[in-house]
């Protein structure tokens, strides 16, 4: 069984950061690439970054040069760091592999709210 347990979420204000973690169990790990999503109220569960098995990352233009994902093999951990954080980046943030989202169910997640 795979499981995805996040965590680092809080009450940021505008322009400040926080770094999510997310880790998982089960043998996946290496093999596939990692996602963070996130799901705002009212809305869809949104991919906003990806990173492959070699490292190479891809982000949504909204995100793009303000996060950062990157993936620990050995402790099978993916970090979000978020920085100049924004009121619209206010979500619930989860992690999971792409490829098997309708395979595996989605951990609790972890709330993200910028608000001054």
């Known amino acids: 069984q795979v499981q995805f347990v996040e965590s680092g979420g809080g009450l940021v204000q505008p322009g400040g950061s926080l770094i999510l973690s997310c880790a998982v169990s089960g043998s996946i790990f290496s093999i596939y690439s990692m996602g963070w999503y996130r799901q705002a109220p009212g809305k869809q569960r949104d991919l906003v970054a990806s990173i492959t098995s070699d490292g190479s990352a891809n ?29 619209e980046d206010t979500a619930v943030y989860y992690c999971h592999a792409p490829i098997l989202i309708e395979t595996y169910p989605w951990g609790q997640g972890t709330q993200v709210t910028v608000s001054a």
Do not use: A, C, E, H
């Open 59 to 87: 982000y949504v233009d909204s995100v793009k040069g303000r996060f950062t994902i990157s993936r620990d093999s050995t402790k099978k951990m993916v970090y979000l760091q978020m920085n100049s954080l924004k009121p």
